[in-house]
T-cell receptor
């Protein structure tokens, strides 16, 4: 079954404590993997698109990487304003649509 | 206005009411989408429109009726909804209905009494 799984479901960090979020996928013919940030009661905000294994992208304290089976979102020295739910989504050949994981809720305490 | 806008932001309706959600994109995109987001569940794709033509209906009940008069506007007409339809309804757009990045609006929080 084609699916996207994110772990952990929730992550609590202290300010400055670096960590990683995982997104694993079981689809055939990956055409793109997307990371979004979502604040409570708001729509998802686009962060990154990754298209092929080995690709990496960075934005401020965030770095996304992609392998053939999973993607990581690394957060370096996080700040309280990084607290949000991070969503991963996959677009693949047979699906013809974007499927989302359930998200990782990140909380960064000062 | 920039990006993707949605109105209203909040809506409370009874099960016998008829209401409509509106989405407008200012990005020059050709594809538009409706998603449903319920608590603790992944986003669920409902409908896809590409160049004003519906290309995906993800087994959505007929009490939800989409309309796409042009590539910039998308509506979701609601009638005789159920309490379990209460959720955040999100609109998104992309250049085309392919692997292009989708950009989301702020959503409409719908409560069905």
């Amino acid at each position: 079954e084609d699916q996207v799984t994110q772990s952990p479901e929730a992550l609590r960090l202290q300010e400055g404590e670096s960590s990683s979020l995982n997104c694993s996928y079981t689809v055939s013919g990956l055409r793109g993997l997307f990371w979004y940030r979502q604040d409570p009661g708001k729509g998802p905000e686009f962060l990154f698109t990754l298209y092929s294994a080995g690709e990496e992208k960075e934005k401020e304290r965030l770095k996304a990487t992609l392998t053939k089976k999973e993607s990581f979102l690394h957060i370096t020295a996080p700040k309280p304003e990084d607290s949000a739910t991070y969503l991963c989504a996959v677009y693949y050949n047979q699906g013809g649509k974007l499927i989302f994981g359930q998200g990782t809720e990140l909380s960064v305490k000062p | 206005e920039t990006g993707v806008t949605q109105t209203p932001r909040h809506l409370v309706m009874g099960m016998t009411n008829k209401k409509s959600l509106k989405c407008e994109q200012h990005l020059g995109h050709n594809a538009m989408y409706w998603y449903k987001q319920s608590a603790k569940k992944p986003l669920e794709l409902m409908f896809v429109y590409n160049f004003k033509e519906q290309t995906e209906n993800n087994s959505v009940p007929s009490r939800f009726s989409p309309e796409c008069p042009n590539s910039s506007h998308l509506f979701l007409h609601l009638h005789t909804l159920q309490p379990e339809d209460s959720a955040l309804y999100l609109c998104a757009s992309s250049q085309e209905a392919t692997s292009d990045t989708q950009y989301f609006g702020p959503g409409t929080r719908l409560t069905v009494l």
